[in-house]
Structure formats: C-alpha cells, structure tokens
C-alpha cells in the first residue's frame, strides 16, 4: 500500500507563494504519474498538475503560468510551487499516485486557504 502525505499547506495573501509536498511511503519512480488535486468547499475535485516519471507535465488552465510541478526522486517527493495565489486558490490541496493499470493513490489533503 502506498502511503503519501502532504505538507506545506497554509494562509497566504493575494499575490503570495507557497510550497506543497508530498512525500511517499515508496519509490515514486514506480508509480507512473503524481500529480495534485484540489477540492474547494462545494465543489468536485479537479486536477490541478501532473508529472510522470518521464517528467512529462500537464496544468489545469486555471493554474498555467502560476503553478510548478516537480519531482525529486532521490527523495521520493513531489512538490507543487504556487504563485500569483488567487483567492479562487483556496481549497483543500490532495497528492495522487498512479499507477499504470489506473490504480490510485491519495493522500489526505492540505488545506490552502488565500485570503487578505
């Protein structure tokens, strides 16, 4: 069973950065693509960004030109660097594994919230 747990999640002011982490219980080189979702208060879950092991990533046009995705395999971690934050940002953050086959993986979330 993969585990993965995210961090770096917070209140931030229009306009400002933060940095998410997803850590994870094995080897992210065998699982296909990470990526991160989001949540806000009464909406679906969507996907934000997604990197697969041969680095290849994709945005949300919501979030093109702001958001960075990344992974450090050493680490076995995956970030997402946020900037510009909006308010429209605010939601709970949630770290996806998967694997080829289509199994999933998901952490617990981190919550965002932008606000002044």
């Known amino acids: 069973q993969v585990q993965l747990v995210e961090s770096g999640g917070g209140s931030v002011q229009p306009g400002g950065s933060l940095r998410l982490s997803c850590a994870a219980s094995?080897?992210?080189?065998?699982?296909?693509?990470m990526g991160w979702y989001r949540q806000a208060p009464g909406k679906e879950r969507d996907e934000v960004a997604t990197i697969t092991t041969g680095l290849r990533t994709n945005y949300s046009d919501s979030v093109k030109g702001r958001f960075t995705i990344s992974r450090d395999n050493a680490k076995n971690t995956v970030y997402l660097q946020m900037g510009s934050l909006k308010p429209e940002d605010t939601a709970v953050y949630y770290c996806?594994?998967?694997?080829?086959?289509?199994?999933?993986?998901w952490g617990k979330g981190t919550l965002v919230t932008v606000s002044s």
């Open positions: 094995v080897s992210i080189m065998s699982i296909y693509r």
């Open positions: 996806n594994g998967r694997r080829l086959g289509g199994m999933d993986f």
